[in-house]
C-alpha cells in the first residue's frame, strides 16, 4: 500500500461543476498537510495548506480528518484555468514529505 | 532574485558527460531536496538536505551525487547518465520548524535533462 494515495483520475467536468479529491495517508504520525497544482510540464505550486478545522480559499475548500486519515479538496465553480494535476501532500517531521500520484482534472467549456 | 532558482533550465548531454544542475534559494529555508519526474509520471524523491546534512537518500544511483555547501544551495553533478534518467529535475526547499515539523515546499521551475 503506497503511503499516500489520491483518487486515481482523471477528471472530466464542465465548467462550473463542483468537483472533490479526496486522499488518504497511512502515517499516523503525519504533521502537516498540502495540496499543490502541477500544470503540464511545469513545477507543482503550493495550493493551500490543510488544517483539521478546514480551510477555504475562495473556492477552493481542504478538510482534514485525522482520525479516519483523509484528506479532500473540493472545487467550486469550475474554470477552466483550474485543469491540471492535483497532488496530495503530507508531511512527517525534518522535512519527509510525501507527494501523492496527483489526480488530474479537465474542465471543458 | 526571488524564490527559488535552478540552472541551467534545460541540458542535453551524452552518456560521457559530466555536468551539473545548481539550485538557490532565497526564502532563508533550511531544508533542500532533489526531485526527479519522468514524463507522464509521479514525483520521485532522489536527495533531502537539513541544514545541510543529507537525510534522504532514496536508493538514487551513485552515477547522481548531491553537494549542499550551505543551506542556499543545492547541487546535483551528474556523469555518466542512461537515456532513462532523461527527465524534468525539480529542486524544492522548505522551512523545518521547532520539534522538526515540515513546512510546506517551494520549487523551482526545474532543470530539463535529456540524456542523448
Known amino acids: 500500500r503506497k503511503e499516500v494515495e489520491q483518487d486515481p483520475g482523471p477528471f472530466n467536468v464542465p465548467e462550473g461543476a463542483t468537483v472533490a479529491f479526496n486522499c488518504t495517508y497511512s502515517?499516523?504520525?503525519?504533521?502537516?498537510f498540502f495540496w499543490y497544482r502541477q500544470d503540464c510540464r511545469k513545477e507543482p505550486k503550493l495550493l493551500m495548506s490543510v488544517y483539521s478545522s478546514g480551510n477555504e480559499d475562495g473556492r477552493f475548500t481542504a478538510q482534514l480528518n485525522r482520525a479516519s486519515q483523509y484528506i479532500s479538496l473540493l472545487i467550486r465553480d469550475s474554470k477552466l484555468s483550474d485543469s491540471a494535476t492535483y497532488l496530495c501532500?503530507?508531511?512527517?517531521?525534518?522535512?519527509?514529505?510525501?507527494f501523492g500520484d496527483g489526480t488530474t482534472l479537465t474542465v471543458k467549456p | 532574485e526571488t524564490g527559488v532558482t535552478q540552472t541551467p533550465r534545460h541540458l542535453v548531454m551524452g552518456m560521457t558527460n559530466k555536468k551539473s544542475l545548481k539550485c538557490e534559494q532565497h526564502l532563508g529555508h533550511n531544508a533542500m531536496y532533489w526531485y526527479k519526474q519522468s514524463a507522464k509520471k509521479p514525483l520521485e524523491l532522489m536527495f533531502v538536505y537539513n541544514f545541510k546534512e543529507q537525510t534522504e537518500n532514496n536508493s538514487v544511483p551513485s552515477r547522481f551525487s548531491p553537494e549542499c555547501p550551505n543551506s542556499s544551495h543545492l547541487f546535483l553533478h551528474l556523469h555518466t547518465l542512461q537515456p532513462e534518467d532523461s527527465a524534468l529535475y525539480l529542486c524544492a526547499s522548505s522551512r523545518i520548524g521547532q520539534r522538526a515539523y515540515s513546512y510546506e515546499q517551494y520549487f523551482g521551475p526545474g532543470t530539463r535533462l535529456t540524456v542523448t
Open positions: 501532500v503530507v508531511n512527517t517531521n525534518a522535512g519527509k514529505s510525501t
Open positions: 502515517n499516523s504520525a503525519s504533521q502537516s
